[in-house]
Structure formats: structure tokens, C-alpha cells
């Protein structure tokens, strides 16, 4: 059974960098063809895609977006860490990570980031 | 890189069918054969209902289908029922530079 769960603050500050972990379970990132990726949600509005990492170590980002985002894995501790700079209060939503085989088929239950000073 | 055009709403009575549209260019849902769609239900995650236009996961009924023709997409859900009533996102890749877009969502009520 596939899990991820998001983890990181719920609360940034302006300007502040912003770190993510989704930690998963019930497959492994070195499997080829598989990848996880962030999405997020700013309350009640659409979904937007982030990033994307694969188990090559191959890294895609939003292009809107790219220039403040950073996707890292650690395979070992089963984990996809997301950095995101400057962060600013219309960043304030809800991120999630999935796993991505056949596309975003598995979400984690996604974790509440507000930007406020 | 901007996001696919849906309709905000969408409404059927149980039983009935529905089907919601969703709009991009020749760079992304026109290009590709990699369209899918999530349903997200409120305060939930968004789950997986079709991917690569047709294909349906493990555990999604036959209600639900998918197609495309040209630069649209669309979703259709047969015999509706309660519990389908949710927003529809629809999701495409976007080729190696934008790689992936997703939908503005609609909301499906069943009346």
C-alpha cells in the first residue's frame, strides 16, 4: 500500500524559504519509471503543479515557478524534500506531494501553508 | 503556461450523465496523448479517475469515462450518483518545457 504525508511549517513569514518533506511508503524511488511530485491549492482555487522528481534524479519545475523551487530526494529515508524562496503571502495554500506512475495516482493528504507576518 | 480552460460548473440529476470539457492548445492536450482528470471532494485530496485520456485505475467505475478530440478533453460521468458530486480537475503534459498543466476545475453538483 502506497502512503506519502507532507510535513513542514504551518506558518512562514514573508521573504522566508519555505521547506516541505513528503515521506512515503509502499514503494521505492529508485524503481524506474517512477517519480513524486508537489502540487498545491491556495484555498478555494485550482490546482497547480510545482515540480517533479523522477528516481533517475531527473528534476522538472513549474516555469512560472522554477526560479524559487528546489526538489530534492533521499532515497535511503524515503523522502522528496520541496524548498520554495521568498515566500509571499499569495503562496499561502494547501501543498501536496504524489506519486506518479500513471500520473498523480496515489496523494498524500496534503499540509496547510500560511504566509503572514 | 497557462492553465487548461474548464467549465465552473456543472449539474445533473441522478441517474443522468454528465460531461465536462476541458480546453488547451496544440502544445499541451492537442500535442499528447497524456490527459487526465482527479475529482476532489471538499477538505479531501484530489484522486484519480482517468489517465492517458482513457484509461481508468484500479477501482474507478466504468461510470466514468474519458475522450479528446483535437485541443479539448472531456469527462464523462454516467449515471450519476450522489457521491459524485465533487470538483473535476483535468491535468495534461505540456511537452519538456512547460511538462504540466492543470485545469481551472469544475464543480459538479448532482440536483
Known amino acids: 500500500q502506497i502512503t506519502l504525508k507532507e510535513s513542514g511549517p504551518t506558518l512562514v513569514k514573508p521573504t522566508q524559504t519555505l521547506t516541505l518533506t513528503c515521506t512515503f511508503s509502499?514503494?521505492?524511488?529508485?524503481?524506474?519509471?517512477?517519480?513524486v511530485g508537489w502540487i498545491r491549492q491556495p484555498p478555494g482555487k485550482a490546482l497547480e503543479w510545482l515540480a517533479l522528481?523522477?528516481?533517475?534524479?531527473?528534476?522538472r519545475y513549474s516555469p512560472s515557478l522554477k526560479s524559487r523551487l528546489t526538489i530534492t530526494k533521499d532515497t535511503s529515508k524515503n523522502q522528496v524534500v520541496l524548498t520554495m524562496t521568498n515566500m509571499d503571502p499569495v503562496d499561502t495554500a494547501t501543498y501536496y506531494c504524489?506519486?506518479?506512475?500513471?500520473?498523480?495516482?496515489?496523494w498524500g493528504q496534503g499540509t496547510m501553508v500560511t504566509v503572514s507576518s | 503556461q497557462s492553465a487548461l480552460t474548464q467549465p465552473p460548473s456543472a449539474s445533473g440529476s441522478p441517474g443522468q450523465s454528465v460531461t465536462i470539457s476541458c480546453t488547451g492548445t496544440?502544445?499541451?492536450?492537442?500535442?499528447?496523448?497524456?490527459v487526465s482528470w482527479y475529482q476532489q471532494h471538499p477538505g479531501k485530496a484530489p484522486k484519480l479517475m482517468i489517465y492517458?485520456?482513457?484509461k481508468r485505475p484500479s477501482g474507478v467505475p466504468d461510470r466514468f469515462s474519458g475522450s479528446k478530440s483535437g485541443n479539448t478533453a472531456s469527462l464523462t460521468v454516467s449515471g450519476l450518483q450522489a457521491e459524485d458530486e465533487a470538483d473535476y480537475y483535468c491535468?495534461?503534459?505540456?511537452?519538456?518545457?512547460?511538462?504540466?498543466?492543470f485545469g481551472t476545475g469544475t464543480k459538479v453538483t448532482v440536483l
Open positions: 504524489a506519486h506518479r506512475a500513471s500520473d498523480f495516482d496515489i
Open positions: 509502499g514503494f521505492s524511488l529508485s524503481t524506474s519509471g517512477v517519480g
Open positions: 522528481i523522477y528516481w533517475d534524479d531527473d528534476k
Open positions: 496544440s502544445s499541451d492536450v492537442g500535442a499528447y496523448n497524456y
Open positions: 492517458e485520456v482513457t
Open positions: 491535468s495534461s503534459y505540456a511537452g519538456s518545457n512547460n511538462f504540466y498543466v
